[in-house]
């Protein structure tokens, strides 16, 4: 399920993923695909995915057919690697001389 909680997420979504059953929700929406996944917060403003476990809480039944999980939504939860760090550069420290 794809959790939406404003209007500029709902407005997100109907771009950017396809459809599915829609349910209301106090906020938001939630898109609930057929499917799981691990859930991830906060993957874009407005969005989580919530998979699995029990969460929806619904205020109607929803409009729409359940459609398969889709790679869009997978992609959501995919973090870009940080860029590789510098190797650090060795220093030349001097050593001083042992007393003889």
């Not at 407005?11 to 349910?23: H, Q, Y």
């Not at 869009?72 to 550069?89: D, F, Q």
Request: charged fraction near 20%; glycine fraction near 8%; hydrophobic fraction near 45%.
């Amino acid at each position: 399920m794809v959790d939406l909680d404003d209007a500029a997420a709902v407005d997100w979504a109907r771009t950017a993923l396809p459809t599915t059953r829609v349910v209301k929700t106090t906020r938001g929406e939630h898109w609930i695909y057929r499917g799981a996944m691990s859930s991830h917060n906060a993957v874009r403003p407005g969005v989580d995915i919530k998979s699995t476990m029990p969460y929806a809480r619904y205020l109607l039944a929803g409009t729409g057919a359940v459609t398969a999980l889709p790679g869009a939504v997978r992609a959501l939860a995919v973090k870009e690697p940080s860029p590789a760090r510098p190797a650090p550069h060795g220093l030349a420290v001097p050593v001083p001389a042992q007393p003889r």
